[in-house]
């Protein structure tokens, strides 16, 4: 079994920052991909930033230079640092991974979301 929990979220000022952190556990051997996704009733299953097994990383791009994805492989951890934050980043983060199971196999598996609100 397989399980994704994401910390962090929190009401914050416009120009601040927070620190989402997603731990992953279970009957896992590797992480491909992971990622953070951001969801609001005007915005749907919207990648905001990824990253690969190798470090390599992708970003929205109203976020590019503001936030910084990040994974520890060994814990099985992925954080995504959001700096400047503004209103237009109020949304529920969720963590999403592409990996593999103990005995090869492969599935995805995604948290239960975080909410972040940015107020003025």
């Known amino acids: 079994q397989v399980q994704l929990v994401e910390s962090g979220g929190g009401l914050v000022q416009a120009g601040g920052s927070l620190r989402l952190s997603c731990a992953a556990s279970g009957s896992i051997a590797s992480i491909e991909a992971m990622d953070w996704h951001g969801q609001t009733p005007g915005r749907r299953g919207v990648v905001v930033a990824s990253?690969?097994?190798?470090?390599?990383?992708n970003y929205l791009a109203s976020v590019k230079g503001r936030f910084t994805i990040s994974r520890d492989n060994a814990k099985n951890m992925v954080y995504l640092q959001m700096n400047s934050l503004n209103a237009e980043d109020t949304a529920v983060y969720y963590c999403?991974?592409?990996?593999?199971?103990?005995?090869?196999?492969?599935?995805?598996?995604w948290g239960q979301g975080t909410q972040v609100t940015v107020s003025s």
């Open positions: 990253i690969s097994s190798g470090g390599s990383t």
């Open positions: 999403f991974a592409d990996l593999w199971r103990r005995f090869g196999t492969r599935g995805d598996y």
